[in-house]
């Protein structure tokens, strides 16, 4: 095994990290791990030290770490047959076994699936499809795409631009033209103290409702939101939210894309969030719990109402151009069908709504009186505590402060990994859904412990 100081070295001179103050890493001033392996919901590192992962990686490894039998489903694809392409109509057993599997989970409109690697490729062929689907409908001005402010649909040009955080354009030049974002469904960081959810939801759509009408209902194509905002705060809608929103979005022929690479296959305690919310989506954006991220693969999934238009503009304008080398790629689609029966057989979203209400209860019951403490909020396996200064006038610390980071920490020094999130001072959490009540009542306790070695 390399020494420490020797991989050290290298991952300095060599790696360029994702989503990394790359200066403060050169410096050495990040606490960064070199993960070995990891067991259900532990990870270990090379020297030993076992951590309690209460975010699954990047609210990913679903059902937990160390499963043989996806390991097992890898490897034999592997020897079988690593790579074959999925152009011209081809497929391989597993490509076309996960495509049914996919289909007989999603809600019942959904028609079929086409794959790619990553969350952010995946929006990025929805837009795509979108543009193809109104260029063929004879509509080529119907084609920006409404955001939320808060929203997270990947890291690309399309997709860093459909994602409504700054951190996410700044220097970078985005938000692309084609990109409009609305109101934030942040009922906790609402701008009138006094209002109600209800009269937030209200504010939300009316917000919506001037959009449409400033950019002109014939210019926009589609609207795209997570179920629950994810990276954004882990914020669940304000009551109402997505029954009016729709409404709008029909009135309007704007096409609705739910963004489930988070939601997806469990995480809020139904296979889809489009389930727990009622979402009529014209495209599902499937990714991380799709194989557990056993390995990259995500996905597409194109209503029925799209697929007629596609599959008649290919009659007259050829195949279909765009494509990725690796779309189905069978190592990737084997992990998706092992990591979906896993799911089933273990009975892991039964698991996760008993322990995931557990654990929103449980960190409720300790952390929501503490003065600095604005919200516990949550949704299935899905946490999320927000720190404010002050409670009563709802004033936030200054970022400068880092009062989340601080915390997030004080918890990893204490072996619990939760997330900072990227915007304001919340503390994130999306354990794998194996978690039992005993790792939650750890998490919930060493939270707490953390919050008062930080703010008292
Ligand atoms: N959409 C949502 C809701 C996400 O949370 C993410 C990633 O966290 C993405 C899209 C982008 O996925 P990826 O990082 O695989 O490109």
């Known amino acids: 095994m390399l020494r420490n100081d020797q991989l050290a070295e290298w991952d300095r001179d060599n790696f360029f990290h994702p989503s990394t103050h790359l200066a403060q890493f050169a410096r050495g001033e990040l606490t960064h791990r070199v993960i070995k392996t990891g067991t259900n919901c532990h990870i270990e590192d090379r020297d030993g030290n076992k951590m309690l992962d209460a975010f699954a990686g990047l609210y990913c490894v679903n059902v937990g770490y160390g499963r043989q039998d996806i390991a097992d489903a890898i490897a034999a694809q592997a020897k079988e047959l690593a790579y074959?392409?999925?152009?011209?109509?081809?497929?391989?057993?597993?490509?076309i076994t996960l495509s049914k599997m996919i289909l007989d989970r999603a809600p019942a409109n959904m028609s079929k699936v086409y794959f790619g690697q990553s969350g952010s490729d995946a929006n990025e062929t929805n837009v795509k499809l979108i543009w193809y689907y109104n260029n063929i409908?004879?509509?080529?001005?119907?084609?920006?795409?409404?955001?939320r402010w808060r929203g997270y649909h990947g890291s690309g040009l399309v997709t860093g631009s459909l994602t409504g955080l700054e951190l996410f354009h700044k220097k970078f030049d985005l938000p692309l033209a084609q990109v409009v974002h609305t109101e934030a469904p942040y009922y906790f960081r609402r701008a009138d103290l006094d209002q109600s959810e209800e009269q937030f939801t209200a504010h939300c759509v009316a917000e919506l409702e001037a959009l449409i009408e400033r950019e002109g209902a014939d210019t926009i194509a589609a609207f795209i939101g997570e179920p629950v905002l994810g990276t954004g705060g882990i914020v669940p809608p304000p009551v109402?939210?997505?029954?009016?929103?729709?409404?709008?979005?029909?009135?309007?022929?704007?096409?609705?894309?739910?963004d489930e690479v988070v939601t997806g296959f469990g995480r809020l305690g139904t296979m889809f969030g489009s389930e727990h919310y009622g979402l009529e989506a014209d495209l599902i954006t499937i990714a991380k719990g799709l194989t557990s991220a056993y390995a990259p693969l995500s996905g597409s999934i194109v209503g029925e109402k799209m697929w007629k238009v596609l599959e008649q503009g290919t009659d007259e304008n050829g195949p279909i151009g765009h494509g990725w080398t690796y779309s189905a790629h069978p190592i990737g689609?084997?992990?998706?069908?092992?990591?979906l029966k896993l799911l089933d057989e273990l009975d892991l979203i039964a698991n996760n709504r008993d322990v995931g209400s557990y654990l929103n209860k449980t960190m409720t019951e300790a952390l929501g009186d503490h003065a600095n403490v604005g919200e516990v909020r949550g949704e299935g396996m899905l946490c999320a505590v927000e720190f404010v200064k002050d409670r009563d006038s709802r004033s936030f610390f200054d970022a400068a402060d880092k009062v989340g980071p601080q915390i997030a920490a004080a918890l990893?020094?204490?072996?619990?990994?939760a997330r900072a999130m990227p915007q304001g001072d919340i503390l994130g959490f999306a354990p794998p859904f194996c978690l039992t009540r005993a790792e939650?009542?750890?998490?919930?306790?060493?939270?707490?412990?953390?919050?008062?070695?930080?703010?008292?």
């Open 440 to 456: 939650a009542d750890e998490v919930v306790q060493k939270t707490a412990k953390a919050v008062k070695t930080v703010l008292g």
């Open 412 to 417: 990893g020094a204490d072996a619990v990994i």
């Open 84 to 95: 074959y392409h999925a152009y011209v109509g081809h497929g391989t057993e597993a490509s």
């Open 137 to 147: 409908l004879g509509r080529p001005e119907k084609k920006k795409i409404i955001s």
């Open 240 to 258: 109402g939210y997505w029954t009016a929103i729709q409404k709008v979005l029909k009135k309007h022929d704007i096409l609705l894309v739910v």
């Open 333 to 339: 689609a084997a992990a998706g069908v092992a990591n």
